[in-house]
């Protein structure tokens, strides 16, 4: 039986130290996020200026416990004719409303029921090449109660979705970008 041989004194090379490269993507990152918490704060700052009241903060949204069972098995219906039946697809989203622009501008007014969804899409790299802020607050049906934050984003572009849960009623959304965007509202 033979036992593995130690490596003999001078055999470890430690690791190379890291290059310029590395170091500037470091760099590069860290002010990145430095430059969107910035902007989150100013952004904030003007939120609540340009709304004439404090920020409000949001309620903690309730956690959801999900219990999975056995599923159940189904029987097709037959017809007549002894063919099978299918029952119709699950209908999609309902969509609440589309718009695009450029700046700030506040949208129509909609109606939700209790969770609903905004999907969001934002390009600063046509306009002028550069990152811009893409800033999406939620209204109730007034002009003047803020709800909620909905999209807070810095950078040359993004698309994504923000969910609003527990808020049914009349809303409108006050986006403001210097950069061409589109959003859609849609409920299940």
């Known amino acids: 039986m033979s036992y593995p041989q130690p490596p003999l004194y001078g055999q470890y090379q430690p690791p190379a130290p890291p290059s310029i490269k590395a170091k500037r993507s470091f760099l590069r990152t860290l002010l990145l996020v430095a430059a969107f918490l910035a902007t989150f704060v100013v952004g904030a700052g003007i939120g609540a200026a340009a709304s004439g009241s404090p920020t409000k903060t949001s ?90 934050d909905g999209v807070n984003e810095l950078g040359k572009k993004g698309t994504d979705t923000s969910p609003v849960y527990d808020d049914p009623g009349q809303h409108h959304l006050s986006v403001a970008s210097e950069c061409p965007w589109q959003l859609t509202v849609t409920e299940p």
């Open 59 to 148: 309620a903690a949204r309730p956690t959801a416990t999900v219990t999975v069972t056995a599923a159940a098995t189904l029987s097709s219906p037959k017809t007549p004719s002894g063919g099978t039946t299918h029952p119709a697809p699950p209908a999609g989203p309902k969509t609440l409303l589309t718009a695009k622009g450029t700046g700030i501008k506040n949208t129509a007014r909609f109606t939700t029921g209790n969770d609903w969804t905004i999907h969001w899409s934002y390009d600063c790299s046509k306009t002028f090449g550069g990152e811009g802020n893409f800033i999406v607050d939620v209204y109730d049906g007034s002009e003047e109660s803020f709800t909620a």
